[in-house]
């Protein structure tokens, strides 16, 4: 029971930050394709801005790795108690990778009118996104802690 627990968190780990991913640059995606409709000249600012809830997804995959590398080093003494702390472990990632960048997409999308209208203004933009971030960074980081003390 326990590695069905523990295959779990790593499963989450990669699949709810993906699909927070998946909404927040969608969000981002569709206002960037509407202001390049007017105005294409700033596509590169646009696209960062697009491509920045994208990241909680990498830190979903890389949480989810470690917790499957955690898992092959304990597969012969996983216990039911062992895979429940892995999948504990991975919730921080899991969810705040989720939320985060669903958020973080809402924000940018904010950005991407920014940009369209003030395009010196883009850096502010892009700032305002990364202050999202910093809560899926500590998401990642507690996650690789609690991995590590399992």
């Known amino acids: 029971m326990g590695l069905v627990w523990s295959f779990l968190g790593s499963a989450l780990a990669v699949a709810l ?4 991913s998946a909404i927040g640059i969608g969000y981002a995606g569709q206002a960037t394709a509407g202001v390049m409709s007017e105005d294409p000249r700033n596509f590169g600012k646009y696209l960062v801005l697009t491509a920045l ?3 909680q997804g990498i830190y979903g995959f890389v949480a989810g790795f ?6 092959g080093a304990l597969a012969a003494t996983m216990t039911t ?3 429940m702390q892995i999948f ?8 705040a990778g ?4 669903i958020h973080q997409g809402k924000v940018c999308t904010a950005g991407v009118g920014l940009t369209a209208k003030q395009p010196a203004e883009s850096g502010k933009a892009l700032v305002l996104g990364v202050f999202v ?3 899926a960074v500590l998401g990642l980081l507690i996650t690789i802690f609690l991995l590590n003390a399992v």
């Open 81 to 83: 108690e062992i895979g």
């Open 53 to 55: 809830p994208g990241t």
């Open 17 to 20: 930050s993906g699909i927070g």
């Open 88 to 95: 504990l472990a991975c919730l921080p990632v899991a969810l």
């Open 133 to 135: 971030e910093f809560y």
């Open 98 to 101: 989720l939320f985060s960048a």
């Open 66 to 71: 470690l917790a499957l590398n955690k898992i």
